[in-house]
């Protein structure tokens, strides 16, 4: 009866299976690109960092470089002031002053290469960055869609045992069950009826008996033929004792036969045939 019904299930339950299958394999590749793209943004994170630490170091560098040419510039200038005061030899004060503006471009050579790294590590920064957010992007996305496989999953696992359940609905065993339950309710409502009869005979009097064996409902009169019949009844049974008491006295003198003996039945059965 439910064969089609159990083969549509099974149908249903192999492919939900399928899809099962198909998700599980999406879940872990999603984790596991989740988990690679994470130690990414870790060493991203970490050379973005150095990347960082090194621009600050050149930048420190660069000002330090620059400031120690302008003060080596400095001294050369007052060198040459002193010579053309007198208070240094010219000579001597030349001598110094050319060492302390070769030392002046060493410096400024220094800040110029330090110019140069800062520019290169700001493009360098300015790219990590970008690569940085990127991936913190991506992998809010994948965690986003791991969310939503993972629900599907759940609903498609719920789906799976439900049709499952189903599937192994056994249709004789449940018909088998619902016919004996019917046939245990029909025979408590056959012995509730049965002591409903035994209640009313229990309770039933004699005189109900009779207006039963009548016709007579419960509670009502008789009609007024019934109740001239049985007048014309009482007077004739009232005549046949009158009878009985005579014919009891003429007994009493000669020896009773068994044919002259009839009881009170018997007569009425006799008057009532004979009237009809």
Excluded: C
């Amino acid at each position: 009866m439910f064969g089609w019904l159990k083969r549509l299930f099974g149908i249903v339950e192999a492919e939900t299976h399928s899809v099962l299958d198909k998700l599980e394999n999406p879940i872990k590749q999603t984790e596991q690109g989740i988990r690679d793209l994470k130690a990414d943004l870790s060493k991203s994170m970490q050379g973005l960092a150095e990347v960082k630490a090194l621009t600050i170091r050149e930048k420190k560098e660069f000002e330090a470089n620059n400031r120690n040419a302008k003060d080596f510039e400095q001294k050369a200038i007052l060198l040459v002031q002193r010579a053309s005061n007198g208070q240094i030899d010219s000579d001597e004060a030349d001598r110094l002053a050319t060492q302390a503006l070769e030392r002046k471009q060493q410096y400024a050579q220094r800040a110029a290469a330090n110019q140069k790294n800062i520019d290169n590590y700001g493009g360098m920064l300015k790219k990590m960055e970008g690569n940085v957010q990127q991936l913190k992007s991506q992998i809010s996305n994948w965690e986003n869609e791991l969310k939503t496989l993972r629900a599907r999953a759940t609903v498609s696992d719920a789906s799976a045992k439900l049709n499952k359940q189903l599937s192994n609905i056994d249709s004789s065993n449940t018909v088998a069950r619902l016919e004996k339950m019917k046939q245990k309710v029909e025979e408590k409502e056959a012995l509730a009826d049965s002591y409903s009869d035994i209640a009313q005979l229990a309770n039933q009097s004699v005189d109900s008996e009779i207006d039963q064996a009548l016709g007579i409902a419960p509670g009502s009169t008789p009609s007024i033929g019934a109740s001239d019949e049985l007048n014309k009844l009482k007077a004739r049974l009232a005549q046949g004792n009158q009878d009985t008491s005579s014919q009891s006295d003429t007994n009493q003198q000669a020896p009773p036969s068994s044919s002259s003996e009839q009881s009170e039945l018997d007569k009425l059965k006799e008057q009532l045939k004979n009237k009809s």
